[in-house]
């Protein structure tokens, strides 16, 4: 535009309003303009512009894609996830253009905020690169991401209490009466990390001394946990209790249990993370901890739509619950800290 202006002898005001027709410019000006932006393929730029007079009313919700795991976006989680933000965004009357980017780098959400292509971003899950939000915070962009608190964090997080999630699975089944309890997940995700800090706060708690040969590092994947029992079975460990940090891992860990004859609960009593739809539909039906997925959500709609008002939303941290069901077995000790537990009807 500045070029336009320079070789028109006029200011980019008066381009810019040419280009739009406004009346304010003369005929002769708006056709000299018009025809020095086709001579140099200007187009107007339609997202920043909408953007510029608040007019785009599309918030970018980025899933990052992992090349190592290739988790897919069809992952119950991610699926709910976008379920409860198509929601809450549709309520506040806003789009939701949804897309991925490298786990890599996370810094690519910034495009579609540089490019108007969004007033703002909602990334699902912070991955490996804290550094790079952190770099995105800075230039004080309106992101907002469901991940964990951590130390140092320039960033706003929208996610649940880790820590309290896995020590509440790990109570449970150390109260049924479990005492080789394994841990599958990646620890290299914050919160997984978190959910094995809860784990072995748990055991600690319990005087269980924490084994390392009994965790397994598993991408959310069905085939990770068919990878992770293969794995444990290497190791030649006992295992009596399983501890999956998501639903999928432990549905693909009990039917892994099955088909090598182990029952579950008898043999090996198995805990999910989620709660997602099929976890009360499964064979048997799951014990998870319950991530409120509807409520982080419009939590996450909230706090980008305070960010774009001018506001400074704070970090939010959701509560867990543990939802009993037949993948474990009878408590066989209330001696145990159940605070959010309940019994699935």
Excluded at 78 to 86: C, D, E, H, I, N
Excluded at 243 to 263: I, Y
């Amino acid at each position: 535009m500045s070029d336009i202006a320079r070789l028109a002898g006029v200011s980019t005001a008066t381009v810019s309003r040419a280009l739009n027709d406004s009346p304010l410019v003369t005929a002769e000006t708006r056709a000299r303009v018009k025809e020095l932006a086709r001579s140099l393929n200007y187009t107007i730029n339609v997202g920043a512009k909408n953007l510029r007079l608040r007019r785009n009313k599309t918030v970018a919700v980025v899933v990052p894609y992992d090349s190592a795991s290739r988790q897919s976006v069809s992952d119950p989680f991610f699926l709910s996830m976008l379920g409860s933000l198509a929601d809450a965004l549709t309520e506040h009357g806003y789009d939701m253009l949804l897309s991925r980017v490298d786990a890599r780098q996370l810094d690519a959400a910034a495009q579609f905020i540089d490019t108007g292509r969004a007033m703002g971003v909602i990334l699902i899950g912070q991955w490996r690169h804290h550094d790079q939000l952190n770099q995105m915070a800075a230039r004080n962009l309106p992101i907002v991401i469901w991940g964990a608190l951590l130390p140092q964090q320039l960033y706003c997080t929208i996610g649940c209490d880790n820590i309290a999630g896995g020590a509440l699975a790990t109570e449970h089944l150390i109260a049924c009466g479990r005492r080789q309890i394994a841990f599958l997940g990646d620890t290299k995700l914050p919160e997984v990390h978190l959910r094995l800090e809860g784990y072995q706060r748990a055991l600690a708690r319990n005087n269980i001394r924490f084994n390392k040969r009994l965790c397994v590092s598993a991408p959310f994947l069905a085939e990770g946990a068919r990878n992770a029992i293969r794995e444990l079975q290497q190791r030649n460990i006992e295992f009596d209790a399983v501890f999956a940090c998501s639903d999928l891992l432990a549905m693909t860990v009990v039917s892994t249990l099955q088909k090598a004859g182990r029952r579950v609960p008898e043999d090996v009593a198995v805990v999910g993370y989620d709660d997602i739809e099929m976890a009360s539909h499964a064979h048997p039906p799951l014990t998870t901890v319950r991530q409120p997925i509807e409520a982080g959500g419009r939590a996450l709609v909230a706090a980008l739509l305070e960010f774009l008002e001018g506001g400074r939303p704070q970090p939010k941290t959701l509560a867990t619950e543990l939802i009993v069901r037949q993948s474990t077995p009878p408590v066989l000790s209330d001696n145990h800290d159940f605070t959010g537990a309940r019994l699935a009807q």
